[in-house]
């Protein structure tokens, strides 16, 4: 999906990758209330409103400070510790990674601000995405991305069990700032972050977070 078609604001309250799933379902429940299938047409606005309800997409006020990271996904953290190597970065780095269930909101947003310098899509398995294997075995999408100061930073997101399409709508060499949409990662899943090691984390394991507005940590 073309990143154009994603604004930094949201034009409705639903996530754009899941508005024709909405329609859809709106359709098909007219048409069994048309055709009279009452207990049916009943299911089918269960269906509906969940699915709305899925692709919902808040606004969120971000922090101004512009050393301070966002989390990428709402959330749980599972981890944060430390890797001597990981596949996007070339130096040792620390790791954190949030896992998303079937109940939060799924629209992911930029950390922090830079150029994407890297876009890496991994096909692969889809195991649960709580289990850490998954950073390594399962589908997943990488952003590398530069800050101004000259540093990176990786954020993945990462297919699960459930979760079978990942979104990203942003390209290489294109500006992104803290809180903008990027994508994501329809039904449940993870997202994992590999920071330099001097930066300074704010979360631990157990931690809730949500996208755009929880801080991760500062860039020191």
């Known amino acids: 999906m073309d990143s154009s078609k994603w604004p930094a604001k949201a034009v409705l309250p639903i996530a754009m990758p899941g508005v024709k ?32 309800w899925f692709f919902r997409d808040p606004e969120r006020m971000v922090p101004e400070d512009k050393d301070l990271m966002v989390s990428p996904a709402d959330g749980k953290v599972i981890v944060v510790q430390r890797v001597a190597q ?8 620390q790791k ?29 398995k889809f195991v649960n995405a709580s289990f850490d294997k998954a950073s390594v075995h399962n589908e997943r999408n990488a952003l590398v991305i530069k800050t101004d100061d000259d540093r990176r930073y990786a954020c993945v997101q990462i297919a699960g069990l459930i979760a ?20 994501m990662i329809q039904f449940g899943s993870r997202l994992d972050l590999y920071l330099p090691m001097d930066f300074d984390v704010l979360v631990k394991p157990g931690d809730k977070t949500s996208a755009g507005t929880s801080v991760i940590g500062r860039m020191r």
């Not at 379902?25 to 606005?45: E, Q, R, S």
């Not at 990981?86 to 780095?93: F, K, T």
């Open 21 to 52: 799933y909405v329609v859809a379902a709106i359709l098909v429940t007219g048409m069994l209330f048309y055709l009279g299938c009452l207990k049916t047409g009943f299911l089918a606005l269960l269906a509906t409103v969940f699915i709305t």
């Open 86 to 93: 990981c596949e996007y970065l070339e130096d040792p780095c």
């Open 164 to 183: 079978r399409r990942i979104v990203n709508c942003v390209e290489t060499s294109e500006y992104v700032h803290k809180g903008d949409r990027y994508g």
């Open 96 to 124: 954190v990674s949030i896992f998303m269930n079937v109940f939060n909101v799924h629209v992911n947003r930029i950390p922090f601000r830079g150029m994407i310098e890297k876009v890496q899509y991994h096909p692969g």
